[in-house]
């Protein structure tokens, strides 16, 4: 592997997103839901900047444009089965 | 390898422990984490993705989740968090890890309770607003997922700036400990407390709170949310090898675990903390390469990039790392002279015989809670990306959720106290208590702090933020 690396939950490379983008999957919601990143046990804590930042250089628009509301949902790190609750 | 000399820290350590790693027997000792137990032991390859490439440690502080192992059978524990017990069985997993095939679900009574006001985060932040919060008869509940509190400040070794009134003159884990020891006792401290998340359930706040193998549910009338900042990472072929770690992660593991994280480093970033963190590498006896920063200038204060430069440290300006070399864990990095684009200049690039590249290039803040709270958030490049909006007053646009510290926006230490301080004040006056004069006094010392060049960024994305929520009032 000779490339950088976006994500390393889900190990997905920059070129890996850059196709995508070009394929139309052009905001950080649809390449989470394409490629997986920013799906893994992190959560996206660590790749979604650099994601926003390839997003912005590859389709023109500002960070801003891009950085908009990715959905966090529960829970926020790993957690054992155990302390689920049943219903 | 331990450190057993340090010209500032002593390391005290616990009762000699053993466990196994992948089945061969290792020593430890008590009070260290997993990761920091397997780092002295030379091992830095912790797990491996699907495909089979190596992960290591690289944040040490919880957020980035490439230090997950199979601990006594529980696959995804974050090692670096998790501290090491005798006789634990600690294995390298592949990809999310297996289910251990003998699990049975036996779910354990959630444990409920109601909290006047939470506060998630012990750091500089959380531990001033909980201080604030005792002066005036509150105790609040005080949340942290790390084994230790003080946050960042427990692995500041060198001596604060400012005023007298902002501990100036003191060492960071001196801070901390001062800091602690103010609200010990006092506060309900829960130690690694790690929130699950935030639900609202019957028109109540309820925080979902692992802690003691235990689902805690909290409703939280008022919550101060003070939960940091992470690292940022960098896009360079090799950039996911074990070796390539976050600034704070070489700081964690040589000031707080007397842990050396390698041998040779290079120091990528010459802002405040490459710079400082680099001179702490040399008194941890790595030997510091170079310091590469992006861009044609030093970030930091000149003071710290002296000291370096007198130890024989060269800063290259305009330079950055183009490559990590090795296989399996670092053991080179090729650096290059970049152009005004950041390009790297053809028949500049240099091979470095390192087996450390440290990450110093920013802070982004961890405001996932505030999110899942429903803060509305602005990007506020100043302040180092996506930020909560706010008012002066630290109060987010969900009435009752305040914000104070890094997670607000990247700032320094002794503004997150103030900010820890200002939230607490802020809490309080919607109580009716009179605190007028106290947050006038607070947020003159900010803009104190927030005066002069070095200032200008955080004082500029703060007035971003307000004005945003301003708008966000009016319309």
Redesign the interface.
């Known amino acids: 592997?000779?490339?950088?690396?976006?994500c390393?939950?889900e190990?997905v490379t920059?070129s890996e997103v850059k196709r995508a983008i070009v394929e139309g999957y052009d905001t950080l919601e649809e390449l989470k839901r394409h490629l997986r990143v920013g799906m893994?046990?992190?959560?996206g804590?660590?790749?979604l900047?650099?994601l926003a930042w390839i997003l912005a250089q590859e389709t023109g628009k500002s960070?801003?444009e891009v950085?908009v509301?990715v959905s966090?949902?529960?829970?926020?790190?790993?957690?054992?089965?155990?302390?689920?609750?049943?219903g | 390898m331990r450190l057993e000399r340090h010209p500032i820290l002593e390391f005290v350590r616990g009762k000699r422990i053993t466990f196994t790693f992948d089945g061969e027997s290792i020593e430890a000792y008590e009070g260290e984490t997993i990761a920091a137990a397997l780092h002295a032991a030379g091992i830095r390859v912790l797990s491996r993705t699907r495909s089979g490439a190596p992960r290591g440690l690289f944040c040490a502080i919880g957020k980035c989740s490439s230090c997950l192992m199979t601990v006594d059978g529980i696959p995804n524990v974050r090692t670096c968090v998790t501290p090491i017990r005798e006789g634990m069985v600690v294995e390298s997993q592949r990809g999310p890890g297996k289910l251990n095939p003998v699990f049975r679900h036996r779910p354990h009574e959630a444990v409920c309770k109601e909290a006047e006001v939470v506060i998630v985060g012990a750091g500089p932040a959380g531990l001033s607003a909980a201080k604030v919060l005792l002066n005036h008869g509150i105790r609040p509940l005080v949340l942290d997922e790390n084994p230790h509190l003080g946050g960042q400040l427990i692995k500041q070794t060198h001596k604060f700036f400012g005023s007298r009134a902002e501990r100036a003159g003191t060492r960071g884990f001196s801070i901390a400990d001062e800091l602690v020891e103010e609200i010990e006792g006092e506060a309900e401290i829960l130690r690694q407390a790690r929130v699950l998340g935030l639900y609202c359930e019957d028109g109540r706040r309820v925080l979902a709170v692992a802690h003691a193998e235990k689902l805690l549910l909290v409703a939280a009338k008022d919550l101060v949310v003070a939960t940091g900042a992470q690292e940022r990472f960098l896009l360079f072929p090799g950039n996911h090898l074990p070796g390539v770690y976050g600034a704070g992660a070489v700081q964690t593991l040589m000031n707080v675990y007397g842990v050396k994280p390698g041998e040779r480093a290079l120091m990528v970033g010459a802002g405040n903390v490459g710079l400082i963190v680099s001179y702490q590498l040399l008194q941890a006896g790595v030997e510091v390469d170079a310091v590469v920063e992006a861009m044609p200038e030093i970030g930091g204060y000149h003071v710290h990039a002296a000291k370096i430069r007198r130890l024989g440290v060269p800063i290259l300006t305009s330079h950055t790392v183009v490559r990590a070399l090795g296989k399996e864990r670092v053991e080179g990095a090729m650096i290059a002279q970049i152009d005004g684009k950041f390009e790297p200049i053809p028949g500049t690039e240099r091979e470095l015989a390192v087996d450390l590249i440290c990450l110093a290039v920013g802070l982004n803040p961890s405001t996932r809670l505030l999110e899942q709270a429903g803060a509305q958030m602005g990007y506020v490049p100043e302040l180092g990306g996506r930020v909560p909006l706010h008012s002066p007053l630290m109060e987010t646009t969900v009435p009752g959720v305040y914000v104070a510290g890094d997670c607000a926006g990247i700032g320094e230490a002794s503004t997150a106290m103030l900010e820890g301080e200002l939230a607490a004040f802020s809490l309080l006056a919607k109580k009716r208590f009179e605190v007028r004069e106290k947050i006038a006094l607070v947020q003159r010392s900010l803009e104190k702090l927030r005066r002069g060049p070095f200032g200008e960024r955080p004082r500029t994305g703060k007035e971003k933020v307000f004005t945003l929520m301003k708008e966000v009032a009016v319309g």
């Open positions: 592997m000779d490339e950088p690396i976006v390393r939950c190990e920059v893994g046990p992190c959560q804590r660590t790749c900047p650099l960070l801003k950085m509301e966090v949902r529960p829970p926020l790190i790993p957690v054992p089965f155990e302390l689920w609750r049943e």
